[in-house]
């Protein structure tokens, strides 16, 4: 079974690319911003800057998810915040079906050979959350998931390299 995220080299590819046209290029976009919001395709559609307020010096977006209502708080990192600006806080989201068929065309003009589709933005984001050591009840709930059992079983995956790393920069003393 083909895991459904992308790793932080194919995201990097696919964040670098140059698209062939504006649209491809404003599709990619989306996904990034999806990416590092951890939003599905329902919320993204429905994502409203007005809704966006400074906590601690950093931007955040809160509300609560369309399908389970449950409430989700999502800082905004700075690639997220500059494809706002690009696009003037309105992000140029098209239908769900055009929104996967131009993603094809995405990963296939980064390199990807893997059927991306928009919720694997969810996915990604959750994966590359954890895997920079952002605890699984903090990615939980910037997914806006009620419980970390969901998170953990089908977003958030744990890589090999960051296993190795966790063990490698430890002293232990196992005996």
């Not at 449950?70 to 600006?85: E, N, W």
């Not at 131009?102 to 954890?130: E, F, M, N």
Request: proline share 5%; aromatic share 10%; hydrophobic share 35%.
């Amino acid at each position: 079974m083909i895991e459904r995220y992308l790793t932080p080299d194919e995201f990097h590819r696919l964040r670098e690319a140059v698209m062939p046209t504006k649209s491809i290029e404003r599709v990619r976009d989306v996904f990034v911003f999806q990416t590092y919001t951890c939003l599905s395709y329902t919320d993204l559609r429905y994502f409203d800057f007005k809704k966006v307020s400074m906590v601690r010096d950093m931007m955040v977006y809160t509300g609560k998810r369309n399908k389970t209502g449950s409430p989700f708080t999502i800082p905004l990192l700075q690639p997220a915040l500059d494809i706002l600006d690009k696009y003037n806080k309105k992000l140029p989201v098209i239908s769900n079906v055009k929104y996967n068929d131009y993603l094809k065309v995405v990963a296939q003009t980064a390199g990807i050979d893997k059927p991306v589709s928009t919720h694997w933005a969810r996915h990604t984001g959750a994966t590359l959350l954890l895997n920079e050591g952002v605890p699984m009840q903090i990615v939980s709930r910037i997914c806006g998931h009620s419980s970390t059992k969901m998170t953990e079983k089908v977003y958030a995956k744990l890589l090999d390299e960051t296993v190795v790393d966790a063990i490698k920069n430890k002293e232990l003393n196992l005996k």
